[in-house]
Each structure stands twice: as structure tokens, then as C-alpha cells.
């Protein structure tokens, strides 16, 4: 089983010209995304984290449901649902706006358990910076690895909802000893202001940095760095992309029995390149769809 714990909420996305064209409420947060990718891909999964009893809220856990995911772990409250509205630019990036304030999510409490059977434990997004719950996210995610558990962990930096820069990369660098695995944008890398190598000596036993369309490297603790280019597609929006490589990374692993660090060193050359190969593929066909519509094991083929 691997559990994904952060936030879920309602993207507004625009269809056609202009910042308020046509905007449709979809399923996202990058958690979420993560979590129903791992679902279509066919993993075991579980996700952990607070939603509303909204319309919205009840549409997320519908969304998850549908991917297979296992939802029973999901704490509800009256609170609304946390919204973000996408701009895209011609190329497909999106950046947001969020609207965060007293919504449900940020209420999250750390569960006294995790799901029986639980391997791995996915964190990132906002749900790390919005308090209360992001303290309770970072209790989990210390107390999943000093149980031993594989943790894994995408930032996805969203500046405008960060108050306090220095604070919040000082949060990110303490939070290194309780990770197994960080993947993370060249964008963040950059906001972030580190290196790979830094971040591998402070805890971490690979770093996955993903470069847009020209691929995706990763560095180990062995001092090794591979890299794969990225797939070529028509990009209809970047939305979920990332999202789709953590699902992507964490489901490849688990087909190989790989969920330890044990595992990411014994991957080698022939093993990495093919897991990011996967990764890359399932991105570009999110990237070819509008949303965050992450694909099927079907899409995909074999690892």
C-alpha cells in the first residue's frame, strides 16, 4: 500500500482565450493528483488528508473512488473546499491563485496509524505550508520514517501562498533527514536554492529533478546521475504533470520491489533509466490532455 497524504481541491481552469475564459471547476491539488494516478496505474493506494462535506469535496472523494483509491482514512469537516484558479500561458504552464482561508484542508490532524500493509508515504504542495495542518503533515512524515517507511516528497513550490522564504527553506532542508525520496521541479530546485548533492548528503538517498520537456535526472547517493529526455507530444497544459512522474516513480518502484534505499541502490544505470523513461511517459500523455487527467496502466505498457 502506499498512502499519499495532502491536499485535495477544485483547480478552476480556463478553456479558451482569456484569464476568466470559461472556467471549470476539476479535481486536483497535487497530492490528489498523485494519489488517483497511482490508483489508474493499478497500485494499492490510500489517501490521507481532511475534506469538506461541500459539493466539491464530496466530487474529490467520488474522483478518488473511481481511481481505486482507498479513502476510508479521509477526515471531513464543514469547512469549504480550498479552490485555485489556473492561468495558462501559450506554452501550457500554469500558475494559480488560491483561495485557502478557513477551508478544510488546512485543518488536517496526523492519524494515530497508517493503513495496514503501508510501504510508502507521499507528501508535498501546499498541505506542507499551510498551518495547522502543515505541522501535522510534517509530524507524519517523521513518524513514517522512523518507522522505517519509505517517504517520498515533491515540494512543488507555490510561492505566493509561502509568507516567509528564508523560514520556509529552512522547513524544506529540516525535513531531508526524514526522506527517503525527493523529486522535484529545476524551477524549485532553483526557488529552493540548493543542490542536488546538498540535499543527498542531509538525508535523501536519490534526488528525481524533472526538466520540463527536456526530460527528468536523477542523482543517487552513490554519486551516480542518469538522465532520459522527455517524450514528445502536443502540450495541451502542464497541469498534473509533476504529479503524474511522482505516481509514475512510486508505482515503478513498487513493481520492483524497490520501496527502500536498499532498493534505489540497487536500481543501477539499466534500472533508473527505465523507471524515468516510464516517468517521462506518463507525464507527456497528462501534458497531452486538458487537466490533470493522469493515465491509465493501459496507456502506459510495461515499466
Sequence with gaps: MIVVAGEALIDLVPHGPGALADLKPALGGGPYNTAVALGRLGSPTAFCSRTSHDAFGEALLDGLRRAG???????????PTTLAVATVDAGGSAAYSF?????????????????????????GTCSLV??????????????A??????????PNVRAGLI????????????????????????????????????WLAAGPSAVVVTRGG????????????????????????TIGAGDTVNAALLHGLSAQNALSPQ???GLGADGWRRLLRFAARAAAITCSRAG????YAAELGEL
Design 263 to 265: 532498493g534505489l541502490a
Design 214 to 237: 527536456d526530460g527528468l535526472t536523477v542523482h543517487t547517493r552513490e554519486a551516480a546521475e542518469y538522465s532520459v529526455p522527455g517524450e514528445k507530444v502536443e502540450v495541451v497544459d
Design 99 to 123: 483561495y485557502v482561508d478557513g477551508t478544510a484542508d488546512r485543518l488536517f490532524t496526523a492519524p494515530a496509524g497508517l493503513p495496514s500493509g503501508t510501504r510508502a508515504v507521499s507528501f
Design 163 to 198: 509568507p516567509d522564504a528564508d523560514a520556509y527553506r529552512a522547513r524544506f532542508k529540516s525535513w531531508l533527514p526524514s526522506v527517503t525520496l525527493l523529486k522535484l521541479s529545476e524551477e524549485d530546485a532553483e526557488w529552493l536554492g540548493g543542490t542536488p548533492r546538498e
Design 145 to 154: 520514517a522512523g518507522r522505517g517507511l519509505f517517504t517520498a516528497l515533491d
Design 292 to 295: 490533470a487527467e493522469p493515465p
Design 130 to 143: 499551510l498551518e495547522p495542518g502543515a505541522s501535522a503533515y510534517e509530524e507524519l512524515m517523521r513518524s
Design 69 to 79: 483509491v482507498d479513502v476510508s482514512g479521509v477526515q471531513r469537516g464543514p469547512e
